[in-house]
């Protein structure tokens, strides 16, 4: 079976990771960050922290980044509420580029 990891966020925001070779949860390395949603594939894990920026993490591989990409989501953010899950008719489309389109 190949090794493979698993992502855990606690109530506090500190990220965990637990490996099919090993037997504990261990804590990520950098503690000065707390997160809301962590989320992962094979090559990478991202997520959302309570600065509310995203951050990536890329495995260690022999294969480069090739390229770089860049993707808006437009959401409407309520006071109240958060952000919602509907748009105006008004407002841009969920995903954009740079220009908005």
Known sequence: M???V???VDLFGRVYTLSTAGQYWEL???SQLEFKRVSAT???CWGIACDNQVYVYVCA???PIRRREEAYENQ???PVGGF???LLLSDRWAW???SGL
């Open 84 to 86: 919602c899950e509907k």
């Open 76 to 78: 409407r953010w309520n």
């Open 6 to 8: 698993l992502w855990a």
């Open 61 to 63: 591989s022999d294969v």
């Open 96 to 98: 954009s580029d740079v």
């Open 28 to 30: 990520c390395k950098d």
């Open 2 to 4: 190949p090794n493979s």
């Open 42 to 44: 094979t090559q990478c």
